[in-house]
Each structure stands twice: as structure tokens, then as C-alpha cells.
């Protein structure tokens, strides 16, 4: 198979016939498609892959997104959604039933824990948390009820890698369905797929799309079989992208491996120092030989990726005055865009955390998350040298 850089260059371009034809994807800004015959109309609502319809279930421009989106995984097909929720929720809705069993890594995306929460409380599926660092867990955790194993490849913010290997296959030898939220590796630092994953969930808003100006998810399918299974109740739940959504973040795409490279050697750069300054007294990459997960992050990643976090000495006080402080990072609390951002999880994200509770989850009252930016490093330290030079030492 070519390379990845290849891949999303040219992924898109599938040309349908002879002669001129444009270079990039069409968008097909419509809901709906007329045809000549009823009977031509009534063939074309049998499937997923059909003549188009009705743009709920299935557009040209959507399906050239999941088209690429399954190319650059190395999936067989993909399901694309209108946010990294819709395909989460999407998926947990097509396959589990009342009575169902699923294992999830404890460290997740929190809205995807909510999800699974509210699954639990309202629709009576039982899910078990597991750390994702060792396969007797899994295999501890696991019954004849167990349907689904939920990983992340790089959990945020605390840079953990699960053992993705070894779950994967102890998750296959008991016939429990794989699924793997790629956001934060995206498909150039880790192919879920390669390493026996059967399902990979995307918030594509993120580094796939790229530039903070789309939201978007996907799930992208070892084996098509699974789509078929799905497809009818995503459609149901109609958590479908807009065409231009689709065509936004297939705009992103060719440039992605680009952009992965520029945010793992800027977060390298940053780690680096950070690592080294008198304000802070830990710091989460996985790239970095201290982290916990880094054997594994060398097993299954290409790159450390572009998301850290640090603990400041000050504590809160010291958290909120870096956030408050830059002045070229900026203080929001998305990631994986151009730009580089800054939050400060103890007074937002996890906010209804007590102190136990935030320790429990591996974040620090002082704890600085940052999504590295493709900005110029030296630019980028400058304003993180002067933003901890505003902080309390603690
Ligand atoms: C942002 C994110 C999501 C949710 O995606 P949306 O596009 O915001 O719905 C899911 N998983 C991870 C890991 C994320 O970072």
C-alpha cells in the first residue's frame, strides 16, 4: 500500500469516468435526488450503498469522506457523522442491547463516559472500567455478556497508551467487538485496524479536519459487515454531517500528515523545556521516556502526538494565571487545530471534580493541558516562558 502522505493526497480521488473532471471533490449541497422511474427510486433505498436518495442517508461528498477516512485507517468501509459524539453514541446504540456487557477504559474521552453512564442508568447495560495497562484485567472483567471493549488510542490529558495489542487480541479471542476512539493519534501516528481493532471512532473536528472551523466524527470498520449492521441505525438516529461539514474536513485531510508532524516536533520541543522548568514539577507526553505508557507509545505510535499536559508547583492559582497569561496560545478548550490552545481542566472540563476525585483521574489542581500548535517552536516557547513567568511557584 502506498504511504500514509500518499493516501491522503490522493485517497479522495476516485474519477468516475473520461475526459475533464474536477481535481477536487465536488460539494453536493443537496438533500435530496430526483430520478426518472419510481421503480429506479425504490431500488435505490435497499442499502448503504445504493443510488442516492436523500442526503440522511447517503450523500457523494459524505461518502467520498468516508471513503477516504476508511482508506487512511485501512478499513474496509466507514460511517461518517456529524461529530465525534454522533459516531460514539451512534455505535454504542447499533450494537448494544438490554443486558450487555461492555469493558471500558477508565481514562476516557468524557463524553464518552457520560454516554456510556447514561447507557447504564436508563437502558440497563453493564460496563466494567478497566485501567487499559494489563490484558488480566480484560480478561478478569470479561463474561459471556461482554459486546464491546472501549479504548482510546492517546488518552487526554494524561498521555495514556493502552496496552492496544494485547486488548485487542484477548478482545478477539472472546468475540467481543473492538472499538478505538483515534482522535487524538489520528490515523498517521496509529492505525488501529493494523493491530486487530474491529471498529475506529474519530472526532474528526479535530486533527483530521484540522483548523477549528468543522465538527464531524466518523467510524471507520475492519470488516464491512459491521457497517451493514450499524448503518440502518445511525440513519434512524440521523446523526449525519452536513455535505459542507464533509467537504470542510475533507479539505483538511491531504495536509494531515503534514500538520502531525509539525504538532509532535513542537510538543517535543515543548516538553522538553517545560520538563526542565523550576514552575512545574510534572509533565504528560507519552513520548517521553519518564511517561508510564512509553513503552507501549513506541510499540503503537509513530509520534508522541501534539496533546501535553503539565502540573504547575502553584497549584490552581498557578493554573488559572498560565491560561490567563498567554498571549499567542489561546484559551479554549477544544484541540488538534493549527492553532495552539491552552485550558485548565481543574476549573472547566472537570470542574465537578473534588480534590479525590480529580487525583483519581490523574489531574492536578495545577494540571495545564495544551494542544501544540503548528506555530513556529521558538515563537511558542517565548509565550509559555513569559506565561509561567506570571505564575506563583507554589
Ligand atoms: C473531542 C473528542 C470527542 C468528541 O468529539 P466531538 O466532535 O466534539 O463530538 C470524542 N473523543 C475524543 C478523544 C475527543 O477528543
Known amino acids: 500500500m502506498e504511504d500514509i502522505r500518499t493516501r491522503a493526497v490522493h485517497v479522495v480521488n476516485q474519477p468516475p469516468a473520461r475526459g475533464s473532471r474536477p481535481l477536487s471533490v465536488p460539494l453536493v449541497q443537496s438533500s435530496a435526488f430526483a430520478f426518472d422511474s419510481a421503480s429506479e427510486l425504490a431500488e435505490a433505498m435497499a442499502g448503504p450503498d445504493g443510488q442516492y436518495v436523500y ?10 469522506l468516508e471513503h477516504t477516512l476508511a482508506g487512511l485507517e485501512g478499513g474496509a468501509s466507514a460511517i461518517a457523522f456529524a461529530s465525534g459524539m454522533g459516531a460514539i453514541s451512534g455505535v454504542l446504540l447499533a450494537l448494544l442491547r438490554p443486558g450487555d456487557h461492555v469493558v471500558a477504559q477508565r481514562c476516557l474521552y468524557g463524553g464518552t463516559y457520560a454516554s456510556l453512564t447514561d ?21 478478569a472483567a470479561a463474561g459471556p455478556r461482554t459486546r464491546l471493549l472501549v479504548m482510546e488510542t492517546i488518552a487526554n490529558p494524561t498521555g495514556q497508551v493502552p496496552d492496544l495489542p494485547g486488548l485487542l487480541a484477548a478482545a478477539r479471542r472472546r468475540n467481543v467487538i473492538s472499538a478505538v476512539d483515534n482522535s487524538l493519534a489520528s490515523p498517521v501516528l496509529c492505525r488501529p485496524i493494523e493491530l486487530g ?12 479536519a484540522g483548523h477549528s472551523d468543522v465538527l464531524g466524527g466518523a467510524a471507520v470498520f475492519a470488516d464491512d459487515g459491521l457497517r451493514q449492521e450499524i448503518w440502518p441505525r445511525t440513519v434512524e438516529l440521523g446523526s449525519t454531517p452536513d455535505p459542507f461539514a464533509a467537504w470542510l474536513t475533507l479539505r483538511g485531510i491531504p495536509t494531515l500528515p503534514l500538520r502531525m508532524r509539525e504538532h509532535c516536533a513542537n510538543a517535543d520541543v515543548l516538553a522538553g523545556r517545560l520538563a526542565a522548568h523550576p514552575a512545574v514539577t510534572a509533565i504528560h507526553w507519552p513520548w517521553l521516556p519518564a511517561h508510564p505508557s512509553y513503552a507501549v507509545a513506541r510499540k503503537v505510535l509513530s509520534g508522541g502526538g501534539g496533546l501535553l499536559s503539565f502540573e504547575l508547583a502553584g497549584g490552581r492559582e498557578a493554573g488559572r494565571a498560565f491560561v490567563e497569561g498567554v498571549r499567542l496560545a489561546r484559551l479554549a478548550l477544544s484541540l488538534g487545530g493549527v492553532e495552539t490552545l491552552v485550558t485548565h481542566p481543574a476549573s472547566t ?13 490523574g489531574i492536578g489542581a495545577g494540571l495545564v493541558r495544551m494542544s501544540v500548535g503548528i506555530e513556529d517552536p521558538e515563537d511558542l516557547w517565548r509565550d509559555v516562558e513569559q506565561a509561567l513567568s506570571g505564575v506563583v511557584l507554589g
Do not use: C, M, Q, W
Open 197 to 208: 481493532a474491529d471498529i475506529v471512532l474519530h472526532s474528526t473536528t479535530k486533527y483530521l
Open 55 to 64: 442526503s440522511r442517508r447517503g450523500n457523494p461528498t459524505v461518502r467520498a
Open 119 to 139: 447507557l447504564a442508568d436508563r437502558y440497563g447495560i453493564e460496563v466494567t472500567y478497566v485501567s487499559g495497562d494489563e490484558v488480566v484485567e480484560f480478561e
Open 349 to 361: 472540563s472537570h470542574r465537578e471534580l473534588g480534590a479525590a476525585a480529580l487525583a483519581a483521574a
